[in-house]
């Protein structure tokens, strides 16, 4: 029986790896699929949303639908950290600018949704066209968000101490509760150094942004299974 097993180890097949497409083909294969509209249905499609043309550029209309529009330029660390799908502007060799959907990000790979269909790339074709840019959406309590900071009280205080203390495995630690005090700052700051950011004690949209990402809603779509710090 050892020797079956044995056998049978040695005889299984290897993991298939993935089938990578050439970038720089994708796009200009799919040059219709990549403007901007396009991709921002794609984007709100991943939040069960609907964009519609005409009716007003995407950001504005996800916040018609309660999401927040966040436009950065920052790193594959900032996306994985905040954790959600996003746009990406891609720049290819003739000049062209192009939108594209990115909905998974691996060590060496990532998945991008181009009209409907996913593709498969390197990390390093991908960096090729890719300098930063990024679109992406999450779905705070309350939009626009507002910064949390000390002195202030009320139910987004209130949750945003539970949400931190949960994350550090806290229970019921008595404290203020809707009241911005010490303790908070202590939660926020602690939060902020392991997540890399800026530790000033004020829960901001990219600290908030953080927070939801750690622990997102069942229904959230991500780009990893898994949050940063989870």
């Known amino acids: 029986a050892a020797g079956a097993a044995q056998a049978a180890a040695v005889t299984a097949p290897a993991p298939i790896p993935p089938a990578y497409e050439s ?91 181009v009209g409907g269909t996913e593709y498969t790339v390197r990390i390093a074709d991908l960096a090729r066209y890719w300098f930063g840019d990024f679109v992406l959406l999450w779905k705070p309590a309350a939009v626009p968000v507002k910064a949390l900071s000390p002195g202030m009280s009320g139910e987004e205080v209130l949750r945003l101490r539970q949400h931190l203390e949960r994350l550090a495995g806290m229970t019921d630690t008595g404290a203020a509760g809707e009241r911005y005090d010490a303790s908070l700052v202590q939660l926020v700051e602690n939060f902020q150094r392991e997540r890399r950011l800026d530790v000033d004690g004020i829960a901001g949209w990219q600290t908030q942004l953080a927070l939801d990402a750690a622990a997102p809603a069942a229904d959230t779509p991500v780009l990893v299974a898994s949050a940063p710090g989870s």
């Open 23 to 113: 970038l720089a083909t994708l796009l200009a294969r799919n040059a219709a699929a990549t403007t901007t509209d396009a991709a921002f249905s794609r984007l709100l499609a991943r939040w069960s949303a609907t964009f519609a043309a005409g009716a007003g550029d995407g950001c504005a209309q996800a916040s018609r639908a309660g999401l927040q529009c966040v436009a950065l330029r920052g790193s594959y660390a900032q996306l994985r950290l905040y954790n959600r799908p996003a746009m990406l502007t891609l720049g290819d060799d003739q000049g062209g600018t192009h939108q594209v959907l990115l909905v998974g990000l691996g060590d060496d790979d990532a998945r991008l949704d």
